[in-house]
Each structure stands twice: as structure tokens, then as C-alpha cells.
């Protein structure tokens, strides 16, 4: 199998304008999320996908390879338009505001495809903290005896009525892999309902009928999500040296 990784990166974001471009120790974010993706040996080719000249001239300034988009509601859109007319198999969609990314967490995504039956997978993680099992800016997941998604929420899912000790909860960690077709097929699925209750795109998937396989990771990644998780971030980065 073929396999490409796209990065989606947009200049607008809400919370955080010109995320993608935030300094981090001397270098933008998008920098260290492609490094890291490129250096994972399964991968055939990286790119970010943006509407953004300045991030497009950014990447290509650091070496990187960027493919310039249109109008998106999703980061999994944009990366089908970025991938359409790139011949490969699979493709990962890696969030560009994770700049501490593990290559393992890649690896585990990639793992995914061992089983021919799958069309997409993303990732999880076990959480340990009741702040984040509350906290509506993480997305949970419930999955079924096969590792097939059953349901994503920002809400405490499942709900423990009775605060039974052996009931876990897991974080989505936001990166996707799909075979190729399979996502030009979502990318022409129009929003569902769910998906635009929740705001979490992968509830399409789910509300067509189609599967998602969810693979554990035991690695925990630092996402950026406003300016203050900069400077988190720096400390983790100088720590680990």
C-alpha cells in the first residue's frame, strides 16, 4: 500500500488566528507537526493542505511540500481536495496543531489497515482525569466488542448511572486514516445532523452507515488550541531534551 500523509492547516481559526504559524522554540507549529510525519518510514509523501498563502509560503520556505485549497467545513474535506489527484491508497490525516506528536501514534494509526475490512480508523486514549472526562473541548468515544466506533461526543459518554468501577473513558485523539476512495466518498456526503450538533466531523461517517475502527494508543500528545498552550508546550519540549 501506498501511503501519503496530509496536513490540514487553516489560517482562521476561532480561538487561535495563524495557529499554524505560531513560533514554538524558534520554529512554527506546522513545522514540527510535518517533520515529525516525514521522518515515519511507511509514508511515501507529507503535505499540508491550506487556503492560506502564508502558511503555503511557510511550508515551502522550511522545505515542506504545500497544496493551496478551497472552501472547507472540515479538515478531513480539505484533505480530499488536497489528495484527489495523488495516486496512493491510504491517507492519514494528521492535525497541524500537534506539534508534539509521537511517530508512534502514527504507527498505531497506520496499524489500523492490517485488517482489509477497514475504510477509516482513528486513534483513542484512555483518560485518567475526571476534569477531562467533563471537559466539553475533548471529544470521547464509545466503541463496540469489534473496536468499531459506536458514538463521539463532547459529553461524559457512557453516562455512569450508577458509578459502576469498572466503566473507562476515552479521549479521541483527532488523527484519521482512510483508503483513498473512502474519503472522496465522505468528502461528497453532506453534513449530517449530528455532526453539526456536536461539531466533531466524524459523526458523519457514523450517521451514513459507515464504520470507523478506533485503535488504543498509550501515548499522549499536547494539542494547541489557544495561545496559552504555547507556552505548555515550550516547557515539554525543553524538558525533554
Excluded: W
Amino acid at each position: 500500500m501506498k501511503i501519503i500523509s496530509v496536513i490540514p492547516a487553516r489560517y482562521d481559526s476561532s480561538r487561535f488566528p495563524g495557529k499554524p504559524l505560531a513560533d514554538i522554540c524558534g520554529k512554527p507549529m506546522i513545522q514540527y507537526v510535518y517533520e515529525t510525519v516525514s521522518r515515519i518510514s511507511e509514508i511515501s509523501d507529507t503535505y499540508v493542505a491550506t487556503d492560506d498563502e502564508r502558511i503555503y509560503n511557510t511550508v515551502l520556505n522550511f522545505g515542506g511540500k504545500a497544496i493551496m485549497t478551497g472552501k472547507c467545513f472540515c479538515g478531513s474535506e480539505r484533505v480530499a481536495q488536497a489528495c484527489k489527484d495523488i495516486d496512493c491508497d491510504i491517507v492519514l490525516n494528521i492535525q497541524g496543531d500537534e506539534p508534539m506528536i509521537k511517530p508512534e501514534m502514527i504507527e498505531d494509526l497506520i496499524s489500523a489497515f492490517d485488517d482489509p475490512a477497514v475504510n477509516m480508523a482513528t486513534l483513542k486514549k484512555l483518560i485518567t482525569s475526571q476534569e477531562d472526562i467533563n471537559n466539553p473541548n475533548i471529544a470521547k468515544l464509545i466503541t463496540d466488542i469489534n473496536d468499531d466506533a459506536i458514538y463521539f461526543s463532547r459529553s461524559s459518554i457512557p453516562y455512569n448511572r450508577d458509578k459502576l468501577d469498572n466503566i473507562r473513558f476515552y479521549k479521541h485523539i483527532g488523527v484519521y486514516g482512510y483508503k483513498k476512495d473512502f474519503l472522496m466518498k465522505f468528502a461528497q456526503l453532506p453534513r449530517s445532523p449530528l455532526e453539526c450538533a456536536e461539531e466533531l466531523e466524524q459523526l458523519r461517517v457514523l450517521e451514513n452507515g459507515y464504520s470507523i475502527r478506533v485503535v488504543e494508543t498509550r501515548y499522549q500528545s499536547i494539542g494547541v488550541d489557544i495561545p496559552d498552550h504555547i507556552a505548555i508546550v515550550e516547557r515539554e519540549m525543553r524538558s525533554a531534551k
